[in-house]
């Protein structure tokens, strides 16, 4: 249960750097859109590459050949994706979401709020979070395609 022998922790030393350095490189040649933060899907990819960073560490039953492919594999689809959907309106709609506004000059949009999902006390906590206590202090506040909240203020 602590300890099953010097064997697997070696390999988990040695898969370990080989697959750690493996995904530098690839990082790296896939630029720095594969780690960002710009929508919802950036998000999930980011997410299964940590998987399968752990998996490769941790699985005996996944080579660091077949790890390395599946970093490999996901990068470049993600990369097909997002290269695509900066030349295809079509791609992009299917791919990330529209900004939306929720709160316009001290108002919140009921609407905008219910198709979102987001109720007042989000918004009133993402005013906070941008030093405002009160809504009418705000201009707007937009749901970002990352899930975020942007507040401009008055």
Request: include cysteine; hydrophobic fraction near 50%; charged fraction near 20%.
């Amino acid at each position: 249960m602590f300890f099953d022998s010097w064997n697997d922790l070696l390999r988990v030393v040695v898969v370990g750097v080989c697959a750690y350095a493996s995904l530098i490189l690839l990082l790296r040649t896939f630029g720095k859109r594969t780690l960002s933060k710009m929508n919802a899907f950036d998000l999930v990819v980011t997410v299964a590459l940590g998987s399968i960073l752990a998996t490769i560490l941790l699985n005996r039953d996944v080579s660091l050949s077949e790890g390395v492919l599946a970093l490999a594999l996901l990068m470049s689809l993600q990369f097909a994706i997002t290269w695509s959907a900066v030349r295809w309106k079509l791609v992009q709609d299917l791919v990330a979401s529209e900004p939306r506004l929720l709160l316009h000059e001290g108002e919140f949009l009921e609407d905008a709020m219910r198709r979102e999902r987001i109720n007042r006390d989000e918004i009133l906590q993402g005013l906070r979070n941008a030093g405002i206590d009160d809504p009418s202090q705000a201009r707007c506040v937009v749901l970002e395609t990352d899930g975020s909240f942007s507040v401009i203020a008055r």
